[in-house]
Structures are given as C-alpha cells and as structure tokens.
C-alpha cells in the first residue's frame, strides 16, 4: 500500500510513501554511488506524483536531473548546517603559520563527503552560488574570532562577480558581523581574471576600495600574460602547484617561477607557492622567491577546532577556497 489515511483528530489524514531503488552490482558497487543512485531514483517518484517506486535508470544520470538534485539538497545542506570549513595553513619563509585557506566541506547526512567540486560547479549554474558565497563569508566572519591576528580570505566565484549583489553582500555582512573587510582577503582564479570585463573589474577594484585584499590563485594554468597583471588589482599571487613540483627538473619552471617573484617584488605582491609537498619543493620555492607556502607538507585541512591550535605569526591571511 504505497497511500492510505489515518484518522487524527476527527480527520483523515493522507499519507504516502516515495521509494527509490538501486540494485548492486546491476547498478553500482559501493554504498556510496548506490545511495546516490537511490536518491535519484527516490527523487523521480516525487517528481511523478509520490506514493509509487521507482528503480534508478540510467537516463536519470542525465546532466539536468541530476543538477536539480543537487541543487534541491544543496540548497537544503546550507539551511540545515551540513557545511563545514577547514583550514590549511599557510607558512612563512621561517615555517611559521602566516595563513590558514578554509576548503569548504559537505557533509551529506545519506552519501557522507561531498567533494566540492561536484557541487561547486552546479552551484555556479543557479543563483545558489550567491547562497552559498555569503554563507562561506558569513562563516569566515565567525570562525575568525578564533584566530587572532589572522586575515581569511574568501574565494569568490567569476559568477558571483557578474552582479553586483558581492559588493552590497559582503558590506552588508561586515556591518552585521563587526568585522571589517582589511582582515579578509578575496580570491580570485587566473580563469576568471583572464576572462573579466570591465564591469567585473570595477567590482573588483570597489571590494578593494572597502579594504579586502584581492589575490589571484592558480596562476599558470590559464592564459593570463605576466603583462596582463599590470591591469589586475592584486595583492598577492598563488603559484599553481604544477610548476612548484617541477622546480626540481624543469628548467622552464625554475624560470617561470623566479620572473614572477622578481615582478611581484617590484610590484610589491606576495608570491605563494601552492602545493608544496616535500621538503625540497620548500627549499626551491624559497630561493626561487616565493614568500609564502601551502600544501601537505605543511599540513593537511582541518576543522577549525584544531586548525585553532595553530600557532599564529605575527602577520597573517587567512585563504577561504569554496
């Protein structure tokens, strides 16, 4: 019996049950991708009118199907705190923390872990990345109370900066926070940087203009000309982890990386080696000229309750990827 009624109080009430089926191994092998299948499944019934089943079929794999449900459980996962940042520090020449880069993290109650990059781009698809971007800062505002001294610096989507909506957000946010915007740093991607029009650039140089730090990250995985950074409001520059794990045998990233550092020196940007693996990758991207260093080596994401046992340097950015 998929509907039936209840008496409640002198009234019949309906109920309805939605089933969504996935079968191993005909469909999937591992509980993961099975409980996602199901939820697909499980969502066609509901779009069908409920009270029936539904078994998965590999149409609902299509793009827009599952985008709509991402989006529906998304849009849920921020009402309902399924969201979390962790933070990865960021070193100093003398290995001391100078920084923490928050990763945003979604933890499905049904498929655990979520990584961000099958959300994120959908999110960028509808107005949930405006959402999320201000749920991000938000949490920014509130985590750095617990890092003293420490800026934090948010990754902002090239669509959020097609509206104007992240300049009047992010205002809005410090005014209702009491924060101010000089201990947070935005971030951009070398894509979206080799891709911006006037308009984008005016609301770069007016989130500049309320006190953010603006820094430019995965730089050399695009086609962004050392020229063009003249133009950019930028800050500080992050080094794609690419070249920081060829210094050891690659002539042309030797090179590349130490230009770079040499223009951002007379230009008075930082220069951040991201990726940092080992201990030789350190020592090259130090003499190479990079000022500031992430990766694994240094330590791997955390939640900010032990990101928060850090120790702090006396000067600090705080880098927020979504």
Sequence with gaps: VMRAGKSHEGKIVPLSISIGVALAPAHASNTTELMLLADLALYESKAGGRGRVTVFDEEMLSDKRYRRLVERELRAAIYLGELDLH?????????????????????????????PADFI?????STLIDMLGEWVFRRACADIAHFPGLRISINVSGEQLKRDEIVTMCDR???????????????????????????????????????????????????????????????????????????????????????????????????????????????????AGCNRFQGYFFGRPAPRQKAGALPAADAAALALIA
């Design 173 to 287: 946010v410090l005014r209702e926070t009491g924060r101010l915007a000089a201990e947070f740093i935005i971030e951009i991607t070398e894509t979206v940087a080799t891709a911006a029009t006037p308009e984008i650039l005016k609301r770069l140089e007016a989130l500049r203009g309320l006190g953010f730090h603006i820094a430019l990250d995965d730089f050399g995985t695009g086609h962004c000309g050392i020229n063009y950074l003249k133009t950019l409001p930028i800050d500080s520059i992050k080094i794609d982890r690419s070249y920081i794990s060829s210094l050891a045998h690659d002539q042309v990233a030797q090179i590349f990386v130490s230009a770079l550092a040499q223009i951002a020196r007379i230009q008075h940007v930082t220069i951040v080696a991201e990726g940092v693996e080992t201990e030789e990758e350190f020592t090259l991207a130090r003499a």
């Design 121 to 125: 781009p959908i999110a960028e698809r």
């Design 87 to 115: 933070y990865q520090p960021i070193v100093d020449t003398d290995r001391s923390t100078f920084a923490l880069e928050g990763l945003v993290r979604w933890r499905h109650p049904v498929r655990g872990l979520i990584s």
